[in-house]
Structure formats: structure tokens, C-alpha cells
């Protein structure tokens, strides 16, 4: 991967890497239930269908890579996360997305890979470029992916997964290398992103992601 590829996947959140990428082959079912949320919306888990839960995988199963347990993941998402019905994939889908340029900026990609499934191939895409541009040495700025509460939608399918849509500001991403010149600048833009989730473990985590924009 080169500068500019890994700019433009710090200023686009991953549309590089192709549209639907994520999501092609999950076999998504027709959804039997919908949510809109508002942003002064009160949280209930018996406000929605229950998410149908899938077998408790071991211990293994529910630590991440990076070494955080659900626990600890719990305890850094926002509130409304860990709810075990689609509400508590709403309020993670659009942190999962704020989680994007800080993996970039400071090479921390504990949160990314704890949320990240292992069949989500828009999730390691994104952590292998992050990676290479701290391995070449290069200062990443800006690209953060800014969701607008006001545009999440989610389905819920019969198979139990949870379908995100939402809108989303991408701000500005530079590149600059260590003496401070700048490598790549990409503009700032819109996009759509649609998002996989399944409760693995206590958590939503993210199966999938389509970029358009």
C-alpha cells in the first residue's frame, strides 16, 4: 500500500477498499423489524424485537486480539451498547465508525479489533492500512467519520443480525512524513455506510461494511 491509498482510506473510511466489500456474501435475510432512533430517545430493551441469541462461544471467543475481554469493552462503549437487542447494536454501530481515524492516529487499534468479526473483511482491511502507515512513519490527521444521529436506521433480520444505516461526515485527512511535509491531503466528504452486526459474546460486533460516497 502506498501513501496516497492510505490516505484516501483515512479520508473515505475504507470506500477504497470497494463498495459493499463487507458485506457481499453474508447472506443477509429479509428484515422482520425496524428502528429509528432520536437522539432524546429513552432506551428499553423491551421497546423492540428481541435479537435472537446465538450459542455463548468460550472464553477464547470473547477476547479479542488485541487482548480486551467483553468486560472491558463494555466498559469503554457508550450506553445502550451492551443491550442485547437491536437498540445495542444502534448505539455501537456508530461508534465503531468514530473509532476509525483514532486507530489511525495513534496506532491504537485495541477497540477496532475487539469490535471487529472475524468475517469482516472491510474491519481488517482498514487495521492493515492503519498499521502500515505507522510503519512507514507517517503522521495521520484528520479523516475522523463524524455519524449523524439523525440518519441511523436498523433492520433486524430473521437470521438475528442487525442492519446500520447511516449518514456520515468525513473530515479532511493529511499524511505528513516525519519532517512534516505533506504526503497525501484528501477533502473532506460525505457517505453512507451500511454495517453488519452480531451479537458475538456480551457484544455487537461488526460483520460487515458497505461505503457509499
Known amino acids: ?32 423489524a425496524t428502528y429509528t432512533p432520536t437522539p432524546t430517545e429513552a ?14 462461544p468460550s472464553t477464547s471467543a470473547t477476547e479479542s486480539a488485541a ?14 451498547a451492551e443491550i442485547p437487542d437491536l437498540q445495542g447494536a444502534v448505539y455501537t454501530a456508530p461508534y465503531f465508525l468514530t473509532e476509525y481515524a483514532r486507530m489511525f492516529h495513534t496506532g491504537d487499534n485495541s477497540v477496532w479489533t475487539a469490535l471487529s468479526a472475524p468475517s469482516c473483511q472491510y474491519c481488517s482491511s482498514a487495521l492493515q492500512n492503519a498499521m502500515q502507515v505507522h510503519r512507514d512513519n ?16 436498523a433492520n433486524l433480520s430473521d437470521d438475528g443480525s442487525v442492519y446500520v444505516t447511516l449518514t456520515a461526515d468525513l473530515n479532511e485527512a493529511r499524511l ?24 458475538l459474546g456480551d457484544v455487537w460486533r461488526v460483520s460487515g461494511v458497505a461505503v457509499d460516497g
Do not use: H, Y
Not at 472491558?72 to 462503549?77: F, G, T
Not at 505528513?176 to 451479537?199: C, H, N, Q, Y
Open 43 to 56: 432506551v428499553s430493551p423491551s421497546e423492540s424485537a428481541s435479537v435472537s441469541e446465538s450459542p455463548s
Open 138 to 153: 507517517l503522521n495521520a490527521t484528520g479523516g475522523e467519520i463524524v455519524p449523524r444521529d439523525n440518519t441511523v436506521e
Open 176 to 199: 505528513e512524513s516525519v519532517e512534516g511535509e505533506i504526503v497525501v491531503s484528501e477533502p473532506a466528504g460525505t457517505a453512507v455506510f451500511t454495517m453488519k452486526l452480531d451479537r
Open 1 to 32: 500500500m502506498d501513501a496516497k491509498n492510505a490516505a484516501k482510506m483515512l479520508a473515505t473510511g475504507g470506500a477504497i477498499a470497494g463498495i459493499a466489500v463487507g458485506l457481499v456474501g453474508c447472506g443477509a435475510s429479509d428484515p422482520i
Open 67 to 80: 487482548g480486551l475481554t467483553d468486560e472491558e469493552l463494555l466498559e469503554i462503549l457508550p450506553a445502550g
